[in-house]
């Protein structure tokens, strides 16, 4: 059994990854922390976890931290690079699922995240934590990357083809589109239902902070520089609560040969991919709640080009679930501990 401290769950992550590690067998969940909220407990704001759990939130005290055996940060961008050479001098492991340690390049991040970075010399330690490309790496880690929701789709839809080398990776288009959730827990008056709903829009069409995060991973997938990667990346909004749904178009170059069998070889040990079978699309509701990620891909009868289809629940596979993998990895338990739910339907 280890012992579990979570910096800043008040958030939708926070919430789900709180859900998650409650039913996990083990792990102890021991230390909660928000300064806003501290002294109330857990389930006085998430009353979903009456019955569950006892825990008051606590403000993030770092000696309370270095007690637990791996400490999770659910903040925004900026707050976990604060603490974690603290917790990393302290022997401490690290899952983050905020943005701070997923692109290497320290000059890019401050670009796209405008400010300082206020911990660049633990950039090269973090290991980016999508399991299905860095499992190995993953397991002796003390700081992992959890990818963002959008990266996340993207790449894994990719991964094949890239590694088999079969695509022209200078012009890449990915469509994706994402429940409100995927914002965060905010009070604004963009988020609202009533402006959303029955309504459908991009939105970041000039430039979204996850277009680095995926042209970095697919670069590392093909062997090649991410300047080389030429992504055209839009992202939408949904007007659902959780789930994302990526498409994606690439032109296949003269050594691609059968690309359903590709996929299917390639994830057929994976426990959180599942390729359909040719003809079938993915849809969000099938993978609510989940850790899977549903994948299909079709040529639509234009010469050389494919259509590739990925959903994942940007809460889970794309958030918290995909952090209790990294955990299962790195403390060499079962991969699908804590992480075996089934769909909610309809």
């Known amino acids: 059994?280890?012992?579990?401290?979570?910096?800043?769950?008040?958030?939708?992550?926070?919430?789900?990854?709180?859900?998650?590690?409650?039913?996990?067998?083990?792990?102890?969940?021991?230390?909660?922390?928000?300064?806003?909220?501290?002294?109330?407990?857990?389930?006085?704001?998430?009353?979903?976890?009456?019955?569950?759990?006892?825990?008051?939130?606590?403000?993030?005290?770092?000696?309370?931290?270095?007690?637990?055996?791996?400490?999770?940060?659910?903040?925004?961008?900026?707050?976990?690079?604060?603490?974690?050479?603290?917790?990393?001098?302290?022997?401490?492991?690290?899952?983050?699922?905020?943005?701070?340690?997923?692109?290497?390049?320290?000059?890019?991040?401050?670009?796209?995240?405008?400010?300082?970075?206020?911990?660049?010399?633990?950039?090269?330690?973090?290991?980016?934590?999508?399991?299905?490309?860095?499992?190995?790496?993953?397991?002796?880690?003390?700081?992992?990357?959890?990818?963002?929701?959008?990266?996340?789709?993207?790449?894994?839809?990719?991964?094949?083809?890239?590694?088999?080398?079969?695509?022209?990776?200078?012009?890449?288009?990915?469509?994706?589109?994402?429940?409100?959730?995927?914002?965060?827990?905010?009070a604004k008056t963009g988020l609202l239902m009533a402006e959303n709903y029955d309504s459908f829009k991009a939105y970041s069409v000039a430039g979204h902070r996850h277009l680095p995060e995926i042209k970095q991973g697919l670069a590392a997938m093909a062997g090649v520089h991410a300047e080389s990667i030429g992504l055209t990346f839009v992202p939408h909004l949904l007007p659902t609560i959780r789930g994302i749904h990526s498409t994606v178009y690439v032109r296949a170059n003269d050594q691609c040969a059968d690309v359903q069998a590709l996929f299917e070889s390639s994830y057929r040990d994976e426990a959180f991919v599942d390729v359909l079978p040719q003809g079938m699309y993915p849809e969000t509701r099938t993978v609510k709640g989940t850790n899977t990620c549903r994948l299909s891909v079709e040529n639509p009868g234009q010469e050389g080009v494919l259509v590739l289809m990925s959903v994942i629940d940007n809460l889970a596979k794309g958030a918290s679930a995909q952090g209790v993998q990294n955990l299962n990895l790195m403390f060499g338990f079962a991969e699908t501990e804590g992480l075996e739910q089934i769909a909610l339907l309809p």
């Open 1 to 186: 059994m280890i012992k579990v401290a979570i910096v800043g769950a008040t958030g939708y992550t926070g919430a789900e990854l709180l859900r998650l590690l409650s039913r996990h067998s083990q792990v102890e969940v021991a230390v909660v922390t928000s300064r806003a909220e501290a002294g109330k407990r857990l389930d006085a704001l998430f009353p979903s976890l009456r019955g569950v759990t006892e825990l008051e939130f606590v403000a993030p005290e770092t000696q309370a931290l270095l007690a637990c055996d791996v400490v999770f940060f659910a903040t925004p961008h900026g707050v976990a690079q604060a603490m974690m050479k603290e917790l990393i001098d302290g022997g401490v492991r690290v899952i983050d699922l905020s943005a701070d340690f997923r692109i290497k390049d320290i000059e890019l991040w401050e670009k796209w995240y405008s400010q300082k970075h206020a911990c660049p010399e633990l950039l090269e330690q973090a290991v980016y934590g999508l399991p299905e490309l860095n499992r190995e790496q993953i397991k002796g880690a003390q700081l992992v990357a959890c990818p963002g929701c959008y990266p996340t789709s993207v790449q894994l839809a990719l991964l094949p083809l890239l590694k088999a080398g079969w695509v022209d990776t200078s012009s890449i288009i990915a469509n994706s589109a994402s429940g409100i959730s995927g914002a965060g827990r905010n």
